[in-house]
């Protein structure tokens, strides 16, 4: 009688654990999601405010107080605004607008993402002598500052004949310019197996062919984010078309954005017009990690674990 009286009581006892276990981890987890949920409204609230202001009337700009959903909704202000600048800058089109910031940001996404491919394969797969120097000499690159190149690099541009054009900022990216995507890309590639190189050199293919065919689709959570990176990077970038652009006519939509914005210093700030064209600044960016999200983290995660 008394073993099972121990007994009964060891299972209450465990019982009671078990439940104890069970109310910290959900407490745990609720902690976590509100956390979550905080630095989400953080990073939301000022993009749907933006949004919000792209779609007001200009009379409703200020009201107090503050107006999340439009009444009006004013949808015309994203083509009201690309009329404006138009007339600002004659020629300065959205198409035109668009097809340059498409034509850097693509050309740069694709030869930062085949350049470095190739010589993370390089790095990852060949030896050769001074190989580690090489590679560690390459990340360093990553600590000098970016003003410290930035006049030496505006003159050699100068010297060769090439302001004014969109080679300062597609060029450099055929030569492998992003050691962050290099590394990453490397660590990826020493998670493969040797034996798979192994079986498609018996079975006939060259470094090139098993490059292409094997290795590129094994990489490619890390492949799709390195992309993912450089777009927005590249779609972000301000600074270089800024110092090598004086053609309003070859600005991409960020410098265009800046110039509107100049355009319209001596009259009162037109919020809605700016707002409306920022939305069409960030949504691209958005709508590109939504959609390569789960790529996207994939690729910075698990290659990057493998010394």
């Known amino acids: 009688m008394a073993a099972e009286t121990s007994i009964g009581r060891a299972q209450v006892r465990a019982e009671r654990l078990r439940r104890e276990r069970q109310l910290q981890h959900l407490i745990q987890r609720a902690i976590i999601y509100a956390l979550l949920l905080l630095g989400a409204l953080i990073i939301l609230v000022p993009f749907f405010w933006m949004v919000s202001t792209s779609l007001k009337v200009e009379k409703h700009l200020f009201d107090q107080p503050p107006q999340w959903i439009p009444d009006p909704i004013a949808p015309e202000?994203?083509?009201?605004?690309?009329?404006?600048?138009?007339?600002?800058?004659?020629?300065?089109?959205?198409?035109?607008?668009?097809?340059?910031?498409?034509f850097i940001t693509g050309l740069a996404m694709f030869a930062e993402m085949f350049s470095a491919s190739i010589v993370a394969y390089g790095f990852a797969r060949?030896?050769?002598?001074?190989?580690?120097?090489?590679?560690?000499?390459m990340l360093s690159t990553?600590?000098?500052?970016?003003?410290?190149?930035?006049?030496?690099?505006?003159?050699?541009?100068?010297?060769?004949?090439?302001?004014?054009?969109?080679?300062?900022?597609?060029?450099?990216a055929w030569f492998a310019w992003g050691p962050a995507y290099v590394f990453l890309l490397r660590q990826f590639f020493l998670t493969i197996p040797r034996e798979m190189e192994d079986a498609a050199a018996i079975d006939g293919a060259n470094p090139i062919q098993t490059y292409f065919y094997i290795m590129l689709p094994l990489v490619k959570p890390a492949f799709l984010a390195i992309g993912v990176l450089s777009f927005q990077a590249n779609w972000n970038n301000f600074e270089s078309p800024l110092i090598y652009l004086n053609t309003t006519q070859m600005f991409p939509l960020i410098l265009a954005i800046q110039f509107f914005q100049e355009s319209l210093s001596k009259e009162a700030p037109k919020w809605h017009y700016m707002m409306a064209m920022a939305t069409m600044m960030a949504v691209p960016i958005l709508a590109l990690f939504f959609a390569a999200q789960r790529y996207f983290i994939e690729g910075l995660t698990v290659g990057a674990v493998k010394g």
Do not use: H
């Open 77 to 102: 202000n994203y083509i009201e605004a690309w009329e404006k600048l138009a007339s600002i800058a004659p020629g300065l089109t959205f198409w035109r607008i668009m097809g340059n910031t498409l």
């Open 126 to 137: 060949f030896e050769f002598k001074g190989r580690d120097v090489i590679f560690f000499i």
């Open 142 to 172: 990553m600590m000098i500052p970016a003003t410290l190149t930035r006049v030496p690099t505006f003159l050699i541009w100068k010297r060769l004949g090439l302001l004014n054009t969109y080679d300062p900022m597609t060029v450099p």
